[in-house]
């Protein structure tokens, strides 16, 4: 498995190189950590007090800031807040009792037991992908979102509709069963700020696909640290 996933993280860094703008907006950040989206005109913010907000134009974003000092809400600059509880929890997409959590450990694990009712992971075998560790106990994992859900919200997920949100929170393409203590680690940040100890080649490979998939914006950031990345 490691040598295609290699390659095709090689193919996704040359094509990032040869194409300055592939996963994002036009442009650069402006002084407030925002810039304007080519496509649709909208003004999105990924940086400073605007941070995962997207408005209408530029202007609407002055008006925002504006609310803010005078202690007013301005229209409409709410409305892309990040808000956890939009993207659900763990569902059972299929129906079978298993949600997306046990799911996950099912498919990622070696000789799996299930509970009484065969809904809920028990036990197992599982190989940490974060930091090489062995782990028998599901408890000791958690399920992590490759591309943090906050992290999908301010790179264009903020202007899905909910039922879209929760499908991307249930994407089995953007999890992995991880150490607790690594996940936690691990938070919201990207790779520029943070990467695990082992299967780091593995892991941007995920990240570019998960975003390249969902259609999110990769900003100059994770660019220049993906290009600079020796995984080629």
């Known amino acids: 498995m490691r040598g295609p996933i290699l390659r095709t993280l090689s193919l996704l860094v040359m094509t990032l190189a040869a194409s300055p703008g592939a996963?994002?907006?036009?442009?650069g950040l402006d002084d407030r950590g925002c810039h304007n989206e080519s496509a649709t005109g909208e003004y999105h913010c990924h940086r400073g007090p605007l941070d995962g907000q997207i408005f209408p134009s530029k202007g609407a974003a002055t008006a925002a800031l504006e609310g803010e000092n005078s202690g007013t809400s301005a229209p409409g600059s709410?409305?892309?807040?990040?808000?956890?509880?939009?993207y659900g929890d763990w569902a059972d997409l299929d129906g079978d009792c298993q949600d997306t959590r046990d799911e996950v450990l099912l498919a990622q694990g070696e000789d799996v037991e299930l509970g009484p009712r065969g809904c809920e992971?028990?036990?197992?075998?599982?190989?940490?992908p974060y930091t090489g560790g062995t782990f028998r106990d599901?408890?000791?994992?958690?399920i992590d979102h490759v591309v943090p859900l906050k992290e999908a919200h301010v790179s264009g997920a903020a202007?899905?509709?909910?039922e879209k949100k929760r499908q991307f929170a249930n994407d089995p393409?953007?999890?992995l069963a991880v150490e607790a203590g690594?996940?936690?680690?691990k938070g919201s940040?990207?790779?520029a700020e943070w990467m695990p100890d082992t299967g780091e080649c593995v892991y941007l490979a995920r990240w570019i696909e998960v975003k390249e998939e969902w259609e999110l914006d990769m900003d100059r950031q994770e660019r220049r640290f993906i290009k600079a990345a020796d995984c080629r």
């Open 189 to 191: 940040r990207g790779p």
């Open 159 to 162: 202007a899905w509709p909910e």
């Open 78 to 86: 709410a409305r892309s807040e990040y808000n956890r509880d939009a």
């Open 173 to 175: 393409d953007n999890l």
């Open 138 to 142: 599901p408890s000791n994992l958690h």
């Open 23 to 27: 996963l994002a907006h036009g442009g």
């Open 121 to 128: 992971v028990v036990s197992g075998r599982w190989e940490g």
């Open 182 to 185: 690594a996940n936690m680690s």
